[in-house]
């Protein structure tokens, strides 16, 4: 971690609000020392569950008071023209100010997005911004997967930038110098899918900036066959939570089959560090946290029923944001690509 950090979280949003990010926020200052974290949302209720932590007067835990909280049932362009002192909006705000190197919020996510892109505002030359997250796969190390849900549908353009910060989230957190890109789609030959599918695939050939590797579909995901998976955000959100479905699913027939019967409790019991270590493979907390790449600041969407521990791993995954470097590389990359006019200049800024 750098020398000192400092994170802004939307305390309020979410499902459980409160009572997961506080918690959260308190473990993560006392597992990172150099973590300061500023604490957006009603100061009432942070004081108290703070107090009932005995953090209240924690060094590293900042208080600012938000009055106004962003719902789930709040319209994204009625939280961005009426909820200009909502804890998320505020959080944001500290980002934009200086006083923050990221922000982190499990409220809704349309509003986040909308909020983000007005306050924060776009890189030069990328059109929209993306979810981006990993998930679990056969083999040691993750897939990154985006669109998650930031854009329902995108053009073939909009493809090919998610393919180039993709490509550069991946190698940054697998240290890996040429990811490999597939995007996803209905099959893997190349006359499968919709026609904005078909051209970003070619302009995903013609860069050298994209380890491009074809279509790949849904059973392909987990199989390690590809570092990066690009897709609309419709297609990355229904993907990302069946897969967390299944996952919670698998874990809960398992245990309540161990329940069943004393000899596969013993089992059960000699084979616990496997069991354990399977379960933090698959335990979609540890997951948690969709970085919004594209944008002039960091900020990671965490899960709206987030428990405290996924709202830490959500935490967490903004402070590796923030040590990466992830939107300068960005901006970086997308002027190389400007210079060189890979793609008429009428594709970025617009």
């Known amino acids: 971690m750098l020398t000192h950090l400092t994170i802004a979280l939307d305390m309020m949003g979410g499902d459980y609000g409160p009572r997961s990010s506080i918690p959260a926020a308190v473990n993560a200052v006392n597992k ?38 962003v719902t789930n ?86 493809l090919f930038q998610f393919g180039i910060m993709g490509s550069i989230v991946a190698g940054q957190a697998l240290s890996i110098e040429r990811p490999k890109v597939c995007l996803l789609n209905i099959g893997s030959e190349d006359i499968k899918g919709h026609e904005g599918i078909k051209q970003a695939a070619k302009m995903m050939k013609s860069t050298e900036h994209i380890n491009y590797q074809g279509y790949c579909e849904g059973s392909d995901m987990f199989s390690g066959k590809a570092d990066v998976i690009v897709c609309e955000g419709f297609v990355g959100n229904v993907a990302l939570k069946t897969c967390e479905g299944i996952a919670k699913l698998i874990m809960h027939k398992f245990t309540k089959a161990l329940k069943k019967h004393v000899l596969y409790r013993i089992l059960a019991f000699a084979l616990r560090p496997v069991i354990k270590k399977l379960y933090k493979r698959v335990n979609p907390d540890q997951y948690n946290g969709a970085s919004l790449v594209g944008l002039r600041g960091i900020v990671v969407k965490s899960h709206g029923n987030a428990s405290n521990k996924a709202f830490l791993a959500a935490i967490e995954e903004a402070a590796r944001e923030v040590e990466r470097r992830i939107p300068e590389k960005i901006q970086a990359t997308f002027a190389q690509i400007a210079a060189k006019s890979e793609h008429p200049p009428s594709s970025f800024g617009k």
């Not at 973590?35 to 208080?63: A, Q």
């Not at 499990?106 to 997005?113: D, H, K, R, V």
């Not at 911004?129 to 897939?143: D, F, N």
């Open 73 to 158: 049932s709040c319209e994204p362009a009625l939280a961005l023209r009426n909820k200009k002192a909502s804890s998320m909006r505020i959080a944001l705000d500290l980002v934009k100010e200086g006083q923050a190197q990221a922000c982190v919020s499990s409220g809704n996510t349309g509003a986040l997005f909308f909020m983000a892109h007005y306050v924060l505002k776009m890189l030069p030359g990328i059109k929209r911004p993306a979810l981006i997250s990993s998930v679990p796969t056969e083999k040691k190390q993750p897939v990154y997967l985006l669109d998650l849900g930031a854009n329902v549908h995108c053009d073939a353009e909009t």
């Open 32 to 69: 990172h020392p150099n973590l300061t974290l500023l604490l957006c949302g009603n100061e009432v209720v942070i004081r108290d569950g703070l107090n009932k932590l005995d953090s209240l007067n924690h060094p590293r835990l900042i208080i600012k008071h938000c009055p106004e909280v």
